[in-house]
């Protein structure tokens, strides 16, 4: 395997070289300025002629490589140990989770989404050698983690999720669903499953359609409803009071299981009503074993040969050049003298 940065987001720092070019030109230009003001130009020579322009060109140059250099090393290059990796078998599975406000209900103690977020935990300690991505949606969906075999950080991603992780309400299905098809590798038509998490009470009619194309595509859907179909009020975490609408009566989020039970059977998954959460655990993990495994190498077991301390060393080195070189020339007459 060739070489390869571990960090490449880091490298969008390099934007701020030319911003430090560009101060360094309006720097000389404002003490050109500076020396016109101040007048007699003969004295103004005398008073800096010790001063030297190519080493103060010389420092600034330094330091920007300096920069850039201390930049590639945080990026991280590194090549992998080929024969260290790990191989596995296992499937990719996203797990969808709602985060919307009406998951705050309370007819699930102690609310609809901590509950949902105890199953996922659970659900993750039974498929140790599956990768796993995490999605959250409201009003929009995020990717908030890809498919990834670190079960320890999908698990802290699942803790943290809140509804304030998303600004825009409401439940949109179907965006959950194309953002969760978009962390699967397309060129796979198999080997893949969707775990939907909501209380169903979508407000986008493109879910089912949505679900058609994945499975068409090979992705198996499975659904999880939470909460129940009596309903529950919401408590605003702010206030811990009940949620109220526009004309000042409390808000009642019910269950609505059709969509979900249509999404499952369209993709020839499962559907499960929340209520325990190793009874809905076992139902899911039944119907993932009837997805085909696959043996995949295992990135987070792999050995790399890193080389940043290399540009580590340029940067300190550099540094420490620059911290050596004056800004002003030798003082030739006053040894003369």
Known sequence: MSYQFEHKFFFWLLVAIPFFVLLFILLLRWKRK????????????ELIKS???????????LLSLAFGAGVV??????????????????????IALDVSKSM???????????????????????MPDDRIGLVLFAGRAYLQMPLTNDHGAAKLFVSAASPDAITTQGTVIADALDMSNKAFNPKERRFKSVVLISDGEDHDINAVNKAEELAALGVMI???????????????PSTGEPKKDATGNVVISKLDENELKVISEKTNGTYVRLQSSDDAVAAIKKQL???DKKAYGDVSLMNFKTYYFWFAG???LLLFIESLLPER????????A
């Open 314 to 316: 340029f940067m300190f």
């Open 51 to 61: 001063f030297s322009p190519r080493l103060f060109t010389s420092k600034f140059v």
């Open 289 to 291: 074993s009837q997805i």
């Open 34 to 45: 500076t020396i016109k003001r101040i007048g007699d130009a003969r004295l103004v020579n």
């Open 329 to 336: 020339k030798k003082k030739i007459n006053e040894e003369k």
């Open 104 to 126: 705050l209900a309370v007819d699930l103690e102690p609310n609809r989404l901590e509950r949902a977020k105890q199953m996922v935990s659970k659900l993750m300690d039974e």
């Open 73 to 94: 090393g945080v990026t991280n290059l590194r090549k992998p140990g080929g024969a260290d990796s790990v191989m596995r078998t296992g499937i990719d599975v996203v």
């Open 222 to 236: 499975n659904t999880v409803g939470v909460g129940s179909p009596e309903g529950s009020q919401i408590i605003e």
